[in-house]
């Protein structure tokens, strides 16, 4: 989603408008708020009690501090709400500004760069410094969650015990990529619950999350024992690799600074080995804004050009939130030779085009219909061993939860890769 990360600054971020039928353009009121940028959202009237508002405590127990918290945690990373109702959208939706921004929708370097080189062994997890509570405490408050992802009817098997199926075979590659809004405080029990059972049914090889926050990544950690976790930061809000231990072996990882972001972003590569092929794992979350078109830009050079560098045995996929409009593409001259879109490779399937759609995600109850593809996946093939394909592309976290909202203001993806002779 258009955000902005750890800055002392503030700026006023804005999504492209609608069109309305009279021709004119308008957008909601732009809201300056210090951390993640974007419209004001409205406070959803609950109308399941099971699914009422809870506490940042009650949601996960004492097994971080202060997770989330607005005032404490992280107090310039929050989104701003408004009071009102799904109800009052219609009515609000006159006093919105007129937006001087592009009415687009999707339809149809010479700098270096700076390197945090990390060579991790294969059986080393990178951990958050987030603080843990007792083990009890822990069980009892993150019971639901571990049910959630294991698919058990008790906490009588411990997790190195199980053995959950894969959903890949031998000669297939999975990979969900995922913007999962970690810094969306509304009904983040039941959201965080919701992300644990899509990641515990699909098992995926590689997981490539966008917009995860400590909380967030300290709960995953406790109950996703099987996958091996790299992250690109430790405070704020920032991205991470899960590897499926079973399937995956890490071999190296590496950050990639963007020396000239204002939103701390950056790209997080993993070096890995899968059924012996190996492969280069990227993911990032470029600069948000349409005013950042440019500084996106500088970051998608970097992101094709660290693939086009990878060692030419490697198979390099890039998954991860672009902001992406596909005009801005087309202004860098296309896609580099070699370097392919997943979804284009797949015959762009409608059905799976746009991975951000007010249209139907009201997450942050923006009235305007806007429907944008900012979430891709880019794949370079290896000169020699095997290849992999793309067999099949589809949105996941399209149900809305019982608490009336969807897990993330993003569909993730859930692709499927097959390899095979060069």
Not at 287 to 303: H, P, Y
Not at 344 to 354: A, D, F, I, K, V
Request: charged share 25%; aromatic share 6%.
């Amino acid at each position: 989603m258009e955000d902005k990360s750890n800055s002392s600054q503030s700026h006023t971020c804005s999504e492209e408008p609608s069109v309305s039928s009279n021709g004119d353009v308008s957008c909601p009121v732009d809201i300056k708020v210090e951390g993640k940028t974007g419209k004001k959202k409205k406070k959803k009237n609950k109308k399941n009690s099971s699914c009422q508002k809870k506490t940042d405590s009650e949601c996960f127990g004492n097994t971080v501090k202060d997770p989330l918290s607005q005032s404490q945690q992280m107090p310039n990373q929050n989104k701003n709400r408004s009071a009102g109702s799904k109800q009052e959208k219609s009515k609000n939706a006159s006093a919105r500004s007129t937006c001087d921004q592009s009415t687009q929708t999707e339809s149809s370097q010479t700098q270096s760069v700076q390197t945090q080189s990390t060579q991790t062994p294969p059986d080393q997890s990178t951990h958050s410094p987030a603080t843990e509570s007792k083990p009890t405490q822990t069980i009892m408050s993150s019971f639901p969650l571990h049910q959630a992802y294991w698919g058990k009817s008790s906490m009588d098997v411990s997790a190195s015990e199980q053995k959950p199926q894969s959903c890949s075979t031998s000669n297939q590659l999975t990979v969900i990529c995922w913007n999962i809004d970690g810094l969306d405080p509304e009904d983040v029990f039941a959201r965080c619950k919701g992300l644990l059972s899509h990641l515990g049914k699909y098992r995926a090889d590689v997981v490539l999350l966008q917009e995860l926050v400590p909380p967030y990544l300290s709960q995953l950690q406790n109950i996703m024992k099987d996958y091996e976790f790299l992250q690109s930061s430790q405070e704020g809000y920032f991205t991470g690799i899960l590897l499926r231990k079973d399937r995956v072996q890490l071999l190296e990882s590496n950050i990639v600074k963007y020396p000239t972001t204002e939103m701390g972003r950056n790209l997080l590569i993993a070096k890995v080995s899968i059924s012996g092929h190996p492969l280069c794992i990227m993911t990032s979350h470029l600069e948000s804004c349409k005013a950042s078109s440019q500084e996106r830009l500088n970051q998608l050079r970097r992101v094709w050009k660290w693939m086009k560098e990878a060692p030419q045995d490697h198979t390099v996929i890039f998954g991860g939130d672009t902001n992406l409009r596909d005009w801005e593409v087309k202004k860098l001259g296309g896609l580099p030779d070699g370097i392919n879109d997943v979804w284009e490779m797949l015959g762009e399937p409608e059905e799976s085009r746009y991975t951000w759609d007010t249209s139907i995600n009201d997450n942050n109850e923006i009235p305007n219909s806007i429907r944008l593809r900012f979430d891709r996946l880019f794949l370079r093939q290896a000169a020699e061993g095997a290849r992999l394909q793309p067999e099949t592309m589809t949105l996941i976290g399209l149900e809305k939860l019982k608490c009336d909202y969807f897990i993330s203001d993003h569909w993730g993806i859930l692709c499927t890769l097959l390899f095979g002779s060069a």
